[in-house]
């Protein structure tokens, strides 16, 4: 621009941005912003997990509770006892469902929708299933099993698995 100023011309630089700066500027926003944005999105889509992993250990305390309040095994002594042996042949003749299971091996096997034993209290665990398995284990002593390991696997509704696992002795 230039201005006069009586008979001589004197140049006045002017301020601002040109054309090449404020393109340069957002296209280094754009990239910025698209970056901050993935990662948000990424957090906000696996913001529901931590709720997901709390109803799954609740859950499996509750199955866990149930199968540790059982008997060790059909023959052990209603009032406590070792009887020396580990078998898992699951459930027994007649034992159908798990209001009937009264030992801990009779849950081997047991895959079904997750649910309370009192079927009437209504569930809020809709879409977890839950899977069971009872093996034998020895403690410390390899030619020795004295002890069941129950494995107990949640799938949660987003397909996440979580495993828990207790033992139960032979006393």
Do not use: H
């Amino acid at each position: 621009m230039i201005k006069k100023y009586g008979r001589s011309s004197v140049y006045k630089k002017t301020t601002g941005f040109s054309l090449i700066e404020l393109v340069i500027t957002i296209v280094v926003l754009g990239i910025a912003l698209s970056a901050l944005s993935s990662s948000l999105f990424t957090s906000v889509g696996r913001n529901a997990d931590p709720l997901w992993q709390s109803k799954a250990s609740q859950l499996s305390q509750a199955y866990l509770d149930e199968i540790l309040s059982m008997r060790y095994d059909e023959s052990s002594p209603l009032g406590g006892g070792s009887i020396g042996v580990c078998n898992t042949p699951g459930s027994e003749t007649g034992e159908a469902s798990r209001s009937l299971y009264d030992d801990v091996d009779d849950y081997d096997g047991l895959a079904e929708t997750a649910d309370f034993l009192d079927t009437i209290t209504p569930s809020s665990y809709s879409g977890y299933t839950v899977s069971i398995e009872v093996t034998c284990v020895a403690q410390g002593n390899p030619t020795l099993t004295d002890s069941k390991l129950i494995a107990l696997t949640i799938i949660s509704p987003t397909s996440q698995r979580l495993i828990f696992s207790v033992l139960r002795a032979d006393l």
